[in-house]
């Protein structure tokens, strides 16, 4: 996905009205690519698309869908099954919650297990097949830090985010020999309308929390910039790659003894 390509395609990109989503649209318009924008809200979409289509000559389409309807996500997976001059997917559309697990409604812990989970799934499905037959395309997931500290905020989005991590090692695994490219990015806390959805919005946070918010721009600009080095899990804030590799090194030492015959010793059996 370099500045360098000539011809790179469409990418799709979910959530694309506002926030993170939004960002995405004017990165990958600058570096070339036509987009399919997809959001619910039309009004944004549709200034989005006459913005970003005025300043870099690109074809931008916005696609007006709700992604919890079935009958909407349908409509977009088939534009992902058919439309072969997508080369990226940009999985984002997604939605929070800092309300804690006693207090919370579970009809709308459904709802975001639609969307960030249900959602996600159903277009990466539909996309990959193309990518694999056409010899090449890349998956962007946004998860979240929360996917490997659930305690930060509510358990269903740290469990929604932590199976988009957990879908993306397993996509890289089995197709990264195809040609597929697969990076699952992990923000921390990004200064976008998610928060305010979320139930906790940015100005109402302890000021010391208010510091540790990064401005959207900036995580996209990492998480494209991790993309270009090749990285598979981006955390945008952390300093030191080796803490995530230590991670993954000690998760990777778990395999040989996860599956045997008889329980471990320790338990006296
Ligand atoms: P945002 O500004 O609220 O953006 C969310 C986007 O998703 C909007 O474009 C929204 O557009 C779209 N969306 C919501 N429900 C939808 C639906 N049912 N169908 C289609 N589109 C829908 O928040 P954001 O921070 O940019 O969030 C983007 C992603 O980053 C999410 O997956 C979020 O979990 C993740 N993330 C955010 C943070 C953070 O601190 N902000 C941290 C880690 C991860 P419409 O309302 O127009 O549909």
Redesign the pocket.
């Known amino acids: 996905m370099s500045t360098t390509d000539k011809t790179p395609g469409t990418v799709l990109i979910?959530?694309?009205?506002?926030?993170?989503?939004?960002i995405y649209a004017d990165r990958l318009a600058k570096r070339g690519y036509d987009l399919i924008l997809?959001?619910?809200?039309a009004e944004?979409?549709g200034a989005l698309a006459q913005r970003l289509s005025a300043e870099t000559g690109r074809t931008v389409t916005p696609l007006v869908?709700?992604?919890?309807?079935k009958d909407d996500l349908r409509e977009v997976e088939e534009v992902l099954r058919t439309d072969s001059r997508i080369t990226v997917l940009v999985n984002?559309?997604?939605?929070?919650s800092a309300i804690p697990l006693l207090q919370a409604d579970v009809d709308a812990m459904e709802a975001m297990i639609d969307?960030?989970v249900t959602?996600l799934t159903r277009l990466t499905y539909a996309a990959v097949p193309g990518f694999v037959a056409r010899g090449g395309g890349s998956v962007i997931n946004?998860?979240?830090?929360?996917a490997v500290a659930p305690e930060f905020l509510n358990g269903v989005y740290g469990g929604s985010?932590a199976f988009v991590l957990a879908f993306s090692q397993q996509l890289r695994h089995e197709l990264g020999g195809k040609g597929i490219r697969v990076q699952a990015v992990?923000?921390?806390?990004?200064?976008?309308?998610?928060?305010d959805?979320a139930g906790a919005p940015v100005a109402s946070m302890p000021q010391e929390m208010q510091q540790r918010?990064m401005r959207?721009e900036d995580m996209v600009d990492a998480a494209l910039a991790g993309f270009d080095q090749g990285e598979f899990v981006t955390i945008p804030s952390l300093p030191e790659a080796a803490d995530w590799n230590a991670v993954e090194t000690a998760r990777q030492a778990l395999f040989p003894n996860l599956s045997r015959a008889v329980p471990a010793a320790r338990y006296g059996l």
């Open positions: 979910t959530g694309a009205s506002s926030g993170i989503g939004a997809v959001a619910r809200n944004r979409l869908a709700d992604l919890a309807d984002n559309a997604g939605f929070g969307l960030n959602a946004i998860s979240s830090i929360v985010k992990l923000p921390g806390a990004t200064a976008t309308e998610f928060w959805i918010v959207a």
